[in-house]
């Protein structure tokens, strides 16, 4: 069983309790990644080229 189908396992059995914790755990580490990502593009310039492309549609 792959670790990934074993947490799928533990998080169909935690209680509605614990399930909204995790949802709003996860919901903040997502977010945090996404905001990771924004900054590494807006570093690399992947944002100007996008806009760029954008402004010419």
Known sequence: M???EQLEQQIAALNEDDLRLLR???A????DD???QIVSDARSG???RLAAR???T
């Open 2 to 4: 792959s670790r990934v």
């Open 24 to 26: 709003a755990w996860f």
């Open 28 to 31: 903040r580490f997502d977010a």
């Open 34 to 36: 996404w905001d990771r």
């Open 46 to 48: 992947k944002l100007e």
């Open 54 to 56: 954008a402004a010419r």
